[in-house]
């Protein structure tokens, strides 16, 4: 058994071209030009999505990848850009996320902007909010995750930021057939990684093509 | 979210021409004509297989499911030829299974025989010996799962009792390449169960076929 606490990316959707949202982000349209429905319909079809009603939903290879989100997780990292449509200082701290009183962290979330505020807890996920480079915010999560492992929450930016400085030990990209066009961008191909990581690409019989990457000097 | 207490079949290999186990099975030979080794390589590649020395491993579409192995599993049920290579009539009670002192289930494990003997614990696992038929040997995991899933671990043999009672809920069944020609059936071809369950089968980047089912029925 491995004890290394990975930071990892899981479930994170980006578009045949590579984009993980559309542009511009605003409150009506989080992922801009892009549908929501369009990005998350794999998830919200398999059985263990967590906004899920009643009963039902698929039990194949898309619902492995759902079930698997928050296993052994004990914290997030997330941008800014993914906690709320605001940019630049805050004009008050009303908004407290996308999620409502339940959100589906359940864990510490350390959200990374320049213009911090106080921390605060809904259920049982409390966000901080740093202004610090990605080696110390990831430092600071590791901490909060007590062993666990610590999620990438993304935007597409954040992963960057994080897979530039070299920080990211496993990656789950769900590809989808759209197209966005623009956006932000995690990728021009994910052929990119393969210097650094292990990738296999996996097509799901619902259409997208999951890509799994694990660094290759892992231990 | 789904809240039934499942029976769900998870990492059972069987060979290309459907068999769980060759023949005869015995102390030296527990999968007979087969080399273990030929059957479990693929889990034991992989990061999060339990008997994994020091680190590394394969963190892509295998691990998944191996990872999955224990997640939400309260009980399992075994046919004692799983259990032991022992048929007949116990002559004495020191066989306590393959696994050593720390048995990988971790919870109450239900062996189906008609030669019970006393219940004993290894660690965190205690096995019971029930001489019963599939309804009612299930009532009883599902009692001692406290509201999680139950795992019905195996053999061929036992698994073919349950499907034929129409108790299974999911499964799972790595494919090999190999052919063993003769042993344990589970199946003439996958396809068997389409008439009532779901079933997709995605092929791995290391060679083997994962084939999932899920109860058309299911709620």
Redesign the interface.
Known sequence: ??N?QLLRVQNFNVSSDGFGAGEPQSLERPFGHVDPGEIFAWCGAT??W?Y?T????????DD??V??YD?NIGAEIMGRNKFGPQRGPWEDHEWQGWWGDEPPFHTPVFVMTHHTRPSFTLSDTTFHFVDDDPAAVLAQAREAARGKDVRLGGGATVIRQFLDAGLVD?LHVAVSRAEFGSGARLWESPDELDDRF?H?A?P??SGLT?H?F?RRD??
């Open positions: 058994m491995n290394a059985a263990s967590p899920r009643g009963g039902g939903g698929t039990r194949g290879l492995y990848f079930r698997d296993r496993t292990h296999e996996v799901s019989p999951h799994l694990w892992l231990e």
